[in-house]
T-cell receptor, first 115, second 111 residues
Framework: EPEVTQTPSHQVTQMGQEVILRCVPISNHLYFYWYRQILGQKVEFLVSFYNNEISEKSEIFDDQFSVERPDGSNFTLKIRSTKLEDSAMYFC?????????????FGPGTRLTVL | DAKTTQPNSMESNEEEPVHLPCNHSTISGTDYIHWYRQLPSQGPEYVIHGLTSNVNNRMASLAIAEDRKSSTLILHRATLRDAAVYYCILRARFGNEKLTFGTGTRLTIIP
C-alpha cells in the first residue's frame, strides 16, 4: 500500500540553525500538508500546499517557515532559524484532492529537537 | 470550525466492542464527521467518516445521531493494536482542507 515517507526520523539542531525536513507524499496525490505536535499536546496544522502554492497556513507558520516542492516527488519544510519552541514532531500528509471527504495520509513524522 | 467534545480517556477489555462518543452540538448541515486515530509514536491515521447515515468499513462503524449533534465510533472487537488516541473531527463541506485536531480520547485496551 502506498505510504508517505519522511526523513530524517530524528533531527537534532542548535538554536538559530536552519533545518529542512523532507517528505515524499503518495505519488498521485495533489495536496500536501505539514502538521506539528509538541510533546503532550495536540496535532496542529501548519500549512497546506497545492499546485505549487500555499493554499492555507496557520498563525504558527510565520516568516521563519517555508515549504517547497523542489521536484516531482519531494515536499520540504524549512525552518530558517530554529527556536527552542520549534522542538516537536513534524508530520507530513498528503491527499488525492482537497475535498472534505478526502482522506489525509500521514507520514511517521520527524522528531525535531532544538538545543 | 465547529467544536467537538470527547472524553479524555476510556478503557476496554480486549476482544470486546468499544463505543467512543463524540458530541458536536454546533455542527452545521454540511459538516462531515471524520475519525482519525494516532497509535503510539506514529502519525495520525484515517478511520472513517460520514455525513448523515451510519457507515461501516473494515476498521470500524460510525453511528450518527438523527439530529447529528453526536456520533459514536464503534470498534467491534478491540485488540491491543487498537490502543490509540481517537480524534473526532468536523470538516466543512467546502473550502476546508486542513484537519483541526482536538485532544481526542485515549483508548486503553486491557488484555
Amino acid at each position: 500500500e502506498p505510504e508517505v515517507t519522511q526523513t530524517p526520523s530524528h533531527q537534532v539542531t542548535q538554536m538559530g540553525q536552519e533545518v529542512i525536513l523532507r517528505c515524499v507524499p503518495i505519488s498521485n496525490h495533489l495536496y500536501f500538508y505539514w502538521y506539528r505536535q509538541i510533546l503532550g499536546q495536540k496535532v496542529e496544522f501548519l500549512v497546506s500546499f497545492y499546485n505549487n502554492e500555499i493554499s492555507e497556513k496557520s498563525e504558527i507558520f510565520d516568516d521563519q517557515f517555508s515549504v517547497e516542492r523542489p521536484d516531482g516527488s519531494n515536499f520540504t519544510l524549512k525552518i530558517r532559524s530554529t527556536k527552542l519552541e520549534d522542538s516537536a514532531m513534524y508530520f507530513c500528509a498528503s491527499s488525492a484532492q482537497g475535498f472534505s471527504t478526502d482522506t489525509q495520509y500521514f507520514g511517521p513524522g520527524t522528531r525535531l529537537t532544538v538545543l | 470550525d465547529a467544536k467537538t467534545t470527547q472524553p479524555n480517556s476510556m478503557e476496554s477489555n480486549e476482544e470486546e466492542p468499544v463505543h467512543l462518543p463524540c458530541n458536536h452540538s454546533t455542527i452545521s448541515g454540511t459538516d462531515y464527521i471524520h475519525w482519525y486515530r494516532q497509535l503510539p509514536s506514529q502519525g495520525p491515521e484515517y478511520v472513517i467518516h460520514g455525513l448523515t447515515s451510519n457507515v461501516n468499513n473494515r476498521m470500524a462503524s460510525l453511528a450518527i445521531a438523527e439530529d447529528r449533534k453526536s456520533s459514536t465510533l464503534i470498534l467491534h472487537r478491540a485488540t491491543l493494536r487498537d490502543a490509540a488516541v481517537y480524534y473526532c473531527i468536523l470538516r466543512a463541506r467546502f473550502g476546508n482542507e486542513k484537519l483541526t485536531f482536538g485532544t481526542g480520547t485515549r483508548l486503553t485496551i486491557i488484555p
